[in-house]
């Protein structure tokens, strides 16, 4: 599964505002499918998922998903070896998306490479911070680096940066704000999301109920026993 390096690898923000719109015009029907690890609750991958995606992922046990640009089934590890083994599925609300709760078989999930060459184990392996105005023309010297190098590497670079150019002109006026302020940043290679809180334990909780109440009421009782026994 390839992309545009530029937007995978850059630090300037290039969000696509018209991703629903384009899968819309598809034409496919599909719902959302956010893809987490079961275990350590990481968010993978944010997808799309037709009835037969979801029937396969039900059979099969593993993730499959359904690529809405390529319009076909996209089993998730096929290619990478970076297979999903399914733990659970959740319904949202509105039934109108997917939770898939999935065992990682190896490290990565994403089809991007770290600077190592490894496959990334989650598709957000960038954070969006607040850009300051010192490190404005630090974001501009590393995007046009990789850029050269993008160019290098691909005859059509000359294309993509076309395409680029003409959708950021059509972009909103808060849409360039957006881009002007903020950067992404790279998170540590080691990074990892905190733990989830532990769960409420309802039976710990009325235990210590009912034990604060028999505490009480043995107070109450030794003090009704001393009150009488002064009478």
């Not at 970076?82 to 509105?94: A, F, G, K």
């Not at 770290?114 to 969006?128: E, F």
Request: hydrophobic residues 35%.
């Amino acid at each position: 599964m390839g992309g545009d390096r530029l937007k995978e690898e850059g630090l300037t923000l290039a969000l696509d505002w018209n991703k629903v719109g384009k899968v819309a015009k598809s034409g496919s029907g599909v719902v959302p499918v956010c893809v987490q690890d079961a275990t350590t609750r990481e968010v993978l991958i944010l997808a799309y998922a037709n009835d037969e995606a979801l029937r396969l992922t039900i059979e099969r046990k593993l993730c499959v998903l359904f690529s809405t640009s390529r319009k076909e089934l996209w089993i998730k590890g096929d290619t990478s070896g970076d297979y999903l083994d399914l733990d659970q599925i959740l319904v949202n609300c509105e039934q109108n998306s997917l939770l898939y709760l999935v065992v990682p078989r190896r490290r990565g999930a994403c089809h991007t490479r770290d600077h190592d060459g490894r496959t990334r184990r989650s598709c957000y392996y960038r954070a969006l911070v607040v850009l300051k105005d010192k490190d404005k023309k630090d974001q501009v010297k590393d995007d046009s680096r990789l850029e050269e190098k993008t160019r290098q590497r691909s005859k059509s670079q000359d294309e993509q940066t076309s395409k680029r150019s003409k959708s950021q002109g059509e972009r909103s006026k808060s849409q360039v704000e957006l881009a002007k302020h903020h950067r992404l940043a790279f998170l540590p290679p080691d990074y990892s999301p905190p733990p989830p809180p532990p769960a409420h334990d309802i039976t710990a909780v009325e235990t210590q109920r009912s034990l604060a109440s028999a505490l009480a009421l043995c107070a109450a009782g030794f003090l009704l026993g001393v009150a009488v026994a002064r009478r």
